[in-house]
């Protein structure tokens, strides 16, 4: 069995379908520039380095942890916008 698989072709499968609240998510998502997710990310760096020389370490290792899910989200929204949702 073959298939012919193009780049960037869109899955028309209806068993892999997004649900309307992942379309409506994506939809709204795809309208912010990729850029603010980085700048999240670096801003909250900055942010949990004040609270480490402020001595507040909870707050630093709670804010430090911040940055890895912005680069996701932000990685996730260029996605959507280069392959689009189903």
Do not use: C, R
């Amino acid at each position: 069995m073959t298939t012919d698989v193009k780049k960037g072709a869109k899955n028309f499968n209806p068993q892999h379908k997004e649900g309307p609240v992942a379309e409506a998510i994506e939809e709204q998502t795809a309208k912010l520039p990729s850029d603010i997710f980085l700048w999240a990310a670096l801003a909250s760096m900055g942010v949990s380095l004040f609270y480490k020389f402020q001595g507040e370490n909870d707050k630093s290792l709670f804010v430090g942890q911040w940055p890895a899910p912005f680069l996701l989200l932000g990685l996730y929204n260029k996605l959507v916008k280069l392959e689009g949702h189903d």
